[in-house]
């Protein structure tokens, strides 16, 4: 038996694209859970999860927007299309196009994953969004995907007034600058299954404080806790906003 997938219409809609192949887009909403859910009610009759479709999405995703910053930002070095195209493709970037498409409603997971917060994590709304534009892709070409792209991403790309960096890096610089010594990372916490390991860090600068992140891996959770000490630092009218 198939699954149910609701409103598959209504975010045809949404995504200002009509499918030509529907099991494509079912495809790209289906989650990994799904697929071994034991209610044969739920069944995904066969269907494939997302994974093959995020990966080719990843890639189409990072050349519309390496293309769309080559053009928009002809005089810039490479590094810092690099930098601007990190943040572009970033999880969080994709998760926050998930969430104003509101894409949670229409994704295909296991009860079991509903109950435990999957509709709302940044990975899994990320993965989506790469797996739905891997389907477009497929379905209708570069052109159509294209167009897609530009529309949720151009806007974000011109608000980038200059080449951003992550907030480690931001972080170091700062550090330095003021304190003459780098930050220092403690891993105070890892949990989770070796599938979904969450690891906690915490962060110090002597005599700023300190902040904790949570990541899925140790370098996410240590941009977390530097992100969390800027913003405190910024609070706290210590960092000017516009210098960091």
């Known amino acids: 038996m198939q699954a149910k997938f609701p409103n598959i219409e209504n975010l045809q809609t949404v995504l200002g694209y009509q499918f030509a192949n529907l099991e494509l887009l079912k ?88 109950e435990h917060g999957g509709l709302t994590k940044d990975g899994l709304l990320s993965d989506v969004v790469e797996s739905i534009i891997a389907a477009m892709y497929l379905d209708g070409g570069i052109a159509d995907v294209s167009q897609f792209i530009k529309k949720h991403w151009q806007e974000r790309l011109s608000k980038i007034k200059r080449p951003p960096q992550d907030p480690k890096t931001s972080l170091q610089e700062w550090s330095q600058g003021v304190k003459k010594t780098l930050p220092r990372y403690d891993l105070i916490d890892h949990s989770g299954p070796s599938h979904q390991p969450v690891f906690q860090v915490r962060v110090y600068v002597d005599g700023y404080g300190s902040a904790d992140g949570q990541g899925s891996s140790k370098r996410e959770a240590e941009q977390a806790a530097a992100e969390g000490l800027i913003r405190s630092l910024r609070a706290a009218g210590i960092i000017r906003a516009d210098k960091l």
């Not at 995904?44 to 479709?53: D, P």
């Not at 080719?56 to 810092?80: I, K, Q, S, Y």
């Open 27 to 114: 495809e790209a909403l289906t989650h990994s859970s799904a697929r071994h859910q034991r209610d044969p009610k739920e069944a995904h009759g066969g269907r494939k999860s997302y994974e093959r479709l995020e990966f080719l999405g990843d890639r189409v995703l990072g050349l519309c927007v390496a293309h769309m910053l080559f053009t928009a930002f002809p005089n810039e070095p490479e590094g810092h299309l690099a930098k601007r195209h990190a943040l572009l493709v970033s999880k969080p970037t994709l998760a926050q196009i998930a969430r104003e498409l509101n894409l949670n409603r229409f994704i295909l997971v296991s009860p079991t994953e509903k």
